[in-house]
Antibody
């Protein structure tokens, strides 16, 4: 059974940093890319970043390019999202999703950027 | 790739047929998903490849279309279908989502 579990969310001041984790189980992790998608309170879904099978295959939304970094550790079945220079506009629930089809999602972790 | 979804909300009676449309800014090779999202929950994939019903999803849900124009249909709206629905293209690793359609019971 595929399971994705996000962690690392919390409250941070503007300009601060957070590192989110997406732990995976129930499938061969190294065979799949992973997306991060976020949802601001009361808003729609916004794609954030994608990492393919290796560290050289990464894509970012324009809204986070240069501030966020996606990475993966196949030995730990985990994808990370390092978020720097956070602004209030980054406040959202952050989800990770498996593969190009994004058929399976985690439950999300809340990031709140507030002074 | 831009994805435009309409309407943004709709109200229908139990048993009604409900239709949502999604327009892509370019041909996405039928790489289109439809998701259902209920409050406080992660999106749940219902339809992939524009028209393929995911295993375990009720058959009253269906998708159609090709190229740039796609349609999602609930054949007979049920009370448990109250949710927000999103289309999403995955032809490009930079996913894009429609703005969502909030479905309510009249």
């Amino acid at each position: 059974q595929v399971r994705l579990v996000e962690s690392g969310g919390g409250v941070v001041q503007p300009g601060g940093s957070l590192r989110l984790s997406c732990g995976a189980s129930g499938f061969i992790f190294s065979f799949y890319g992973i997306h991060w998608v976020r949802q601001a309170p009361g808003k729609g879904l916004e794609w954030v970043a994608f990492i393919g099978l290796d560290e050289g295959d990464k894509y970012y939304a324009d809204s986070v390019k240069g501030r966020f970094t996606i990475s993966r550790d196949n030995s730990k079945n985990t994808v990370f999202l390092q978020m720097n220079s956070l602004g209030v506009e980054d406040t959202a629930v952050y989800y990770c999703a498996k593969g190009h089809l994004t058929a399976e999602w985690g439950q999300g972790t809340l990031v709140s950027v507030s002074s | 790739i831009q994805v435009t979804q309409s309407p943004s909300s709709l109200s229908a009676s139990v048993g009604d047929r409900v239709t949502i449309t999604c327009q892509a800014s370019q041909d996405i090779n039928n790489h289109l998903n439809w998701f259902q999202q209920k409050p406080g929950k992660a999106p749940n994939l219902l339809i992939y490849d524009a028209s393929s019903l995911r295993a375990g999803v009720p058959s009253r849900f269906s998708g159609s279309g090709s190229g740039t124009h796609f349609t999602f249909t609930i054949r007979s709206l049920q009370p448990e279908d109250i949710a927000t629905y999103y289309c999403q293209q995955y032809d490009n690793p930079a996913l894009t989502f429609g703005g969502g359609t909030k479905v309510e019971i009249k």
